[in-house]
């Protein structure tokens, strides 16, 4: 059995989240979002709250890095996944460090290009999807989609 990190932001992002959690049967999956409602949704599970953030708010950054770091540390998860945004990507990036399996799920919403954490991801990841088959690249696999 595997420990599962399953992180997101709030909205299609946790909604995604929950459309592939069911093929994680048979492991430990510990939830973490930004909304504190979200914990109702999954109450058979571990769920961390961290704080919301954007490029557009540092502190907030700086203090949901350091509650990413308290988690992933205490979790030790085997595999981290994520559908985005800035969550995901700094606990992929810790996660990477430690040793943990690292997969990447771009939001269905970024038909254009792939999300900017999203491009920051593909440097930490040992898997990179996206739901769009024509963004795909060498690093960047398409698999279908979620919704």
């Keep these: 059995m595997k420990k599962i990190l399953a992180i997101s932001s709030p909205g299609g992002h946790w909604t995604q989240m929950q459309r592939i959690t069911s093929s994680f049967s048979g ?24 704080k919301d953030a954007s490029a557009w708010s540092k502190f907030s950054l700086l203090v949901l890095f350091f509650q990413l770091i308290k988690i992933v540390l205490n979790e030790r998860p085997d595999v981290v996944v994520t559908t985005g945004a ?30 900017f954490s999203g491009r920051l991801a593909k440097y930490f990841t040992h898997l990179h999807l996206t739901q769009w088959e024509h963004l795909t690249s060498q690093k960047t696999q398409f698999s279908g989609k979620v919704l």
Aim: glycine residues 6%.
């Design 27 to 50: 492991h430990e999956v510990i939830y973490i979002s930004t909304l504190k409602g979200y914990a109702k949704e999954v109450p058979s599970n571990k769920y961390y709250l961290v």
């Design 86 to 115: 800035a969550p995901g990507l700094f606990a992929i990036i810790i996660a990477r460090f430690l040793g943990a399996k690292t997969i990447w799920l771009d939001s269905i919403a970024n038909y254009e290009k792939i999300s």
